[in-house]
């Protein structure tokens, strides 16, 4: 379609995964913490019926930017 990365479009994923590195241009992407998710996700379901359950979680992402995304232009 004749667009060109970022200059055209950004693009952004999320996992950040390998291949977000590999590719070209690399891949901006937010990085979501999976290990800590599972193990906040089974240490709640342990905790199902008591009281000490917590109602939310926040763990911390982190968007890694690369040279998928460019800023707005004027």
Same mark, same amino acid.
């Given at each position: 379609?004749?667009? #060109?990365? &970022?200059?055209?479009?950004?693009?952004?994923g @999320?996992?950040?995964?390998? /291949?977000? !590195? +590999?590719?070209?241009? !690399?891949? %901006? %992407?937010? #990085?979501?913490? +999976?290990?800590?998710? =599972?193990? =906040? =996700?089974?240490? +709640?379901?342990?905790? $199902?019926g !008591?009281? !000490? *359950?917590?109602?939310?979680l926040?763990? $911390?992402?982190?968007? /890694? @930017? *690369?040279?998928? %995304?460019? &800023?707005?232009?004027?």
């Amino acid at each position: 379609m004749g667009l #060109h990365v &970022p200059k055209k479009l950004s693009v952004a994923g @999320v996992d950040d995964s390998v /291949i977000a !590195q +590999i590719v070209w241009p !690399q891949l %901006t %992407t937010c #990085h979501r913490p +999976i290990g800590k998710m =599972a193990d =906040a =996700a089974v240490s +709640i379901l342990l905790l $199902e019926g !008591q009281e !000490q *359950r917590p109602s939310s979680l926040h763990l $911390e992402h982190k968007l /890694i @930017v *690369r040279g998928s %995304t460019a &800023p707005p232009s004027s």
